[in-house]
């Protein structure tokens, strides 16, 4: 960090110093007791412009508090026929930690369809995801190394991407703006695999509206990617769609759902859903846990955001005419 940034860094802290008591807790759920690692990353998601990270932060914890994100990891998505039919549906889990201790979290982009509940579901089961890591598995991964792990990696498989893929847009546009605003800056390095024509279609048209630091987080591999993936993790953390070729995203491999991440059955998800459904008992005593999804409110993306998502919307459209003809 240099002279400039840390000045950036202390004038954030000065400013989050007066924040309105309502907001504390959502603040301290946040920052896990790292303020500097935590300013850093809405410094850095505004070009280290204090004013714009405050205003950004700010309206997080707004956010936060409107929707009652501190209290998400107390809503269990019941009954778990549900929860599994997500689970397999929303293909993301965390296969393990790379070598120098980042939680590695995979995501089954081509396969996951998104169509066995409402959008409120699948929006609550990614914000929980993301607060179990905040406040589970990150400061577990800090305490193991004894120094702050405040970010993962991410490795993006592409079996199985569609042109259908295009009428789950919406979804992913709200997800990705919930991550880009709330949770800024929170992965290392985004790694791309088992890439299909459609998604290097698409990658050309969309790379150049990238900004420069996004651009440089996101490594498209050969292949599944294991060779590279194997020089910055061991073999057991590499996801089940990474460890052979054309291995893909399938939902249940040769050794069965324990070692896919995207599996209620993995211990990840296992851990999960039973820390969510202890926290429910904790807050809940002896009353019944209540069925029903939480209803977020989706912040507006960015002009950035929203270029991307029309350019890749036509470009999907674009491929679908072309192989009509």
Not at 133 to 157: H, M, N
Not at 169 to 185: C, F, H, R, S, V
Not at 257 to 281: E, G, I, R
């Amino acid at each position: 960090m240099s002279i400039t940034n840390e000045e950036a860094v202390k004038q954030l802290r000065a400013l989050m110093e007066d924040v309105d008591d309502s907001l504390r807790e959502s603040y301290r759920n946040i920052h896990q007791g790292y303020t500097t690692e935590t300013l850093s990353r809405f410094l850095k998601a505004r070009d280290w412009n204090v004013q714009k990270a405050h205003k950004m932060l700010l309206e997080c914890l707004e956010w936060r508090t409107q929707n009652e994100i501190d209290k998400i990891l107390t809503k269990p998505i019941v009954p778990v026929d549900l929860y599994r039919a997500i689970r397999d549906t929303q293909l993301v889990g965390v296969s393990g930690y790379s070598k120098e201790g980042l939680p590695v979290i995979a995501i089954g982009v081509g396969l996951s369809t998104y169509d066995k509940a409402s959008v409120h579901y699948y929006i609550q089961s990614h914000i929980q995801m993301n607060e179990y890591r905040d406040r589970v598995v990150l400061p577990s991964a800090t305490k193991k190394q004894g120094r702050p792990i405040c970010t993962c990696l991410k490795i993006l498989d592409m079996s199985g991407l569609k042109l259908s893929a295009l009428s789950q847009i919406k979804l992913m546009t709200a997800i990705t703006t919930i991550d880009d605003l709330n949770y800024p800056e929170k992965t290392e390095t985004y790694y791309v695999v088992n890439v299909p024509y459609i998604f290097s279609a698409c990658w050309k048209t969309i790379k150049p509206l990238l900004q420069e630091r996004t651009k440089k987080k996101i490594q498209v591999l050969k292949g599944c990617g294991k060779d590279e993936l194997l020089k910055i993790m061991d073999y057991e953390s590499l996801p089940h769609f990474c460890r052979r070729e054309g291995s893909g995203s399938g939902r249940h491999i040769s050794n069965g759902t324990v070692d896919n991440c995207f599996s209620l059955d993995h211990s990840f998800h296992q851990d999960l859903y039973n820390y969510v459904k202890q926290q429910a008992l904790v807050k809940g005593s002896s009353a019944p846990i209540r069925h029903g999804s939480v209803h977020v409110k989706f912040p507006e993306p960015d002009t950035e955001g929203n270029k991307i998502f029309d350019t890749l919307e036509t470009e999907f459209q674009k491929l679908g005419n072309d192989q009509k003809m």
